[in-house]
């Protein structure tokens, strides 16, 4: 199977308001992934502590040892995922050392690599969206963050950590489609 990024936008919300009307914690896993761009086996292990101080504000950044590549990651939180962050930890009454996406089967706990994906496939399924896999929040954020920036795929590249700008094209799903848009943009 090809995963996709998800290229429409309406989809992405379609997405997020159907996991939200499942369960809190699934619909905020899956909007830190969309801001973010992180690898759910980074994601399902994020504490309250790595994002915020001891008075609970948040830091500066978001640091991370990535698992896969085991490199250091720096993370600006946007002001969407912090909203959403402070609500359900506050709504949650998660303290300092409690795990963001906790597992139902213990507090000191997270959510699996497998159960995540399972529950964001199968709200990909529910509203139709095709090709769905475990990169495919990943691929979104690389897809909307190229176009947003103005294709600037030098710097998406630096934080996929990709050896080559043409991997991270096509890990993103930009195509001989996406390349005739851009042509058209230039006109003489």
């Known amino acids: 199977m090809i995963v ?23 619909w905020l896993m ?5 801001n973010t761009g992180l690898r759910i086996s980074d994601v399902v292990k994020v504490k309250v502590s790595d994002i915020l101080t001891e008075k609970f504000n948040f830091k500066d950044y978001f640091v991370l040892q990535e698992q896969k590549t085991n490199k250091e990651k720096k993370i ?18 998660l303290g300092h050392n409690n795990y963001i996406f906790r597992s139902r089967k213990g507090l000191n706990k997270h959510i699996t690599v497998t159960q995540a994906y399972r529950l964001l496939k199968n709200a990909a399924v529910s509203i139709g969206i095709e ?9 979104t954020w690389g897809y909307w963050t ?12 630096d934080t996929f950590n ?12 930009i195509d001989q489609g996406a390349k005739d848009e851009l042509y058209s943009l230039v006109q003489f």
């Open 146 to 157: 190229y176009k947003v920036s103005r294709y600037n795929i030098g710097l998406i590249m």
């Open 76 to 93: 600006k939180l946007n002001d969407s995922i912090k909203t959403a962050l402070n609500t359900y930890i506050k709504q949650n009454k």
């Open 4 to 26: 996709e990024p998800i290229n429409d936008k309406k989809k992405i919300n379609d997405f997020l308001t159907f996991l939200k009307g499942k369960n809190e914690r699934d």
């Open 131 to 139: 090709n769905f896999g475990t990169h495919s929040l990943r691929k």
């Open 162 to 173: 990709h050896s080559s700008q043409k991997i991270t094209l096509r890990y993103i799903g």
């Open 30 to 34: 899956a909007k830190f992934r969309l």
